[in-house]
């Protein structure tokens, strides 16, 4: 037979597996709407998620990279970033400077009419946000929607690897 403190030892144990699957079901419910909203949005919104239109949103966020860290930050091999950016490069939505630090080297910057178009997108998916919002939640869930955004925003803004 258990004594009192070997009872309180293995109800404090079960209790942290308890949250500790809790936790992970949370992760994973958030995980799978997160991403379903990001299509969503996309989708509706007219603004696909491909090569070409988050090549132009990193370059925004970023500022002038060159190709290599460019590809990196995306995740995809030396030549196929190449061979988007010269897609981007024909379509007048980026231009090739040279790196000022590497004579050798060339930075890539958003043209005018690449901001345009990242600008475009983003207002689209907006404006869909916020006619979903206005269509489909009640005051009071906008309010709980509002609170949550800053706890998206905290685990969002966490270091890579954090």
Request: hydrophobic share 45%; proline share 3%.
């Amino acid at each position: 037979m258990l004594s009192e403190e070997e009872r309180d030892k293995l109800a404090n144990q079960n209790q942290a597996v308890r949250a500790a699957s809790e936790v992970a079901v949370l992760a994973d419910d958030l995980r799978d709407v997160i991403g379903k909203f990001v299509r969503s949005v996309r989708g509706k919104a007219g603004t696909p998620s491909d090569a070409h239109g988050e090549t132009l949103a990193f370059l925004e966020r970023a500022g002038p990279v060159s190709i290599a860290a460019l590809a990196d930050a995306r995740g995809v091999k030396h030549q196929s970033m190449r061979l988007v950016t010269a897609r981007l490069e024909a379509e007048g939505l980026i231009d090739l400077l040279s790196d000022p630090k590497d004579k050798r080297g060339y930075l890539i910057h958003l043209t005018k009419a690449g901001l345009q178009e990242t600008a475009a997108a983003r207002r689209a998916r907006a404006q869909w946000i916020a006619e979903a919002l206005a269509t489909t939640l009640s005051v009071d869930e906008m309010k709980i929607l509002r609170q949550a955004v800053p706890l998206l925003k905290k685990i969002a803004d966490l270091p890579q690897g954090g």
